[in-house]
């Protein structure tokens, strides 16, 4: 039999929470399909899942279209902002393949340890933030992680199942950019608790608008609600005069937002301050409270609780 082109596989038919897990024409070709066949449909991980997710009232998942829009470091804000106002914040770096979440939180270089109750969450100094990342488990930051879909799929898991959040407010879950095995694994496992919904976090410039509708799609078939679309460097803050300047034709945004009826929950410039803070791990909510960006995030982040505390 042909197999089906991987390009061609539209993951959001995934089945595997059915019996036809592993058997679809979807599942030809796919790295998971032997070990899909062997369960059955069943995954035996998700009652572990329920209910460490059980414990934490908010689950809002990250997404980008393409890489370098900033999503980590909007993740890490939205989660500092959280944090900063009393709420008790985790974040799931789910890029496993380029985690930039430890160093955003201050936690580079840290190793997670696993105690009775599971793996512990690294502490993050900027507001008590729970951090689990895969860049926390290589013993060198220079190493890489040259997982395929299975194993991918098996740590992810284990992030969400076997780390020891205990009770949170809210849980960032931080995704690689576009639609992939990370995302798929993440809503499933996330089936019976629901996530919140999804902020998704964009540049202006054309390239990566276009590159918006295929996550709203996604968003839409896997039953994710877009809370809400971020505009990340829409323009630059001059740090001599302060001056702003436009990087790119911000209507592209509205156009879209306008189109699918999602609103704009903020619109961020492109600040050298904030850049080397984040940089050097600093607390950006903490540090730089006169910065135009930790105003926006914090009103953002204010934006989002009300709108998932409503639902
Ligand atoms: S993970 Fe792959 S093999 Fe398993 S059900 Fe989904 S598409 Fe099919």
């Known amino acids: 039999m042909e197999r089906p082109d991987k390009e061609s596989r539209d993951i959001s038919e995934c089945p595997s929470d059915s019996a036809e897990a592993g058997k679809a024409s979807v599942c030809e070709g796919c790295p998971g399909q032997a070990y899909c066949q062997s369960q059955g449909g069943v995954d035996p991980d998700q009652e572990g899942i329920d209910l460490r997710m059980g414990a934490i009232k908010h689950k809002i998942l990250v997404l980008s279209g393409k890489g370098g829009v900033g999503k980590s470091t909007v993740a890490t804000l939205l989660a500092e902002a959280l944090a900063s106002r009393s709420q008790k914040v985790g974040v799931i770096d789910l890029d496993i393949c380029g985690p930039s979440v430890p160093k955003l939180l201050g936690v580079e270089g840290k190793p997670i340890v696993n105690s009775q109750y599971g793996w512990k969450p690294l502490v993050s100094p900027h507001y008590n933030i729970k951090v689990i990342s895969v860049g926390s488990l290589l013993a060198s930051d220079t190493n890489s992680v040259v ?11 284990r992030f969400i199942k076997d780390t020891y959040w205990g009770r949170l407010d809210f849980l960032i879950c931080d995704t690689p ?5 990370e995302h798929l694994t993440v809503i499933k496992a996330l089936k019976n608790v629901k996530p919140d919904g999804a902020v998704i976090v964009t540049t202006p410039q054309a390239v990566a608008l276009s590159t918006i509708r295929k996550e709203i799609n996604f968003c839409k078939k896997m039953g994710v609600r877009v809370l809400g679309l971020v505009g990340n460097m829409e323009n630059y803050i001059c740090p001599c005069c302060g ?29 050298q301050e904030v850049m080397k803070c984040c940089e050097m791990g600093g607390n950006v909510i903490g540090d730089l409270q006169t910065s135009p960006i930790v ?3 914090l009103n953002m982040a204010e934006d989002i609780r009300t709108m998932v505390d409503n639902l």
Request: hydrophobic content about 35%.
């Open 147 to 157: 997982f395929r879909g299975p194993r991918k799929s098996g740590l992810i898991k």
């Open 177 to 181: 950019p576009g639609t992939s095995d």
């Open 243 to 271: 001056e702003s300047s436009e990087l790119f034709p911000s209507e592209g945004l509205d156009n879209l937002a306008a189109e699918f009826n999602i609103p704009i929950i903020g619109r961020l410039p492109l600040d």
């Open 295 to 297: 105003v926006k995030v």
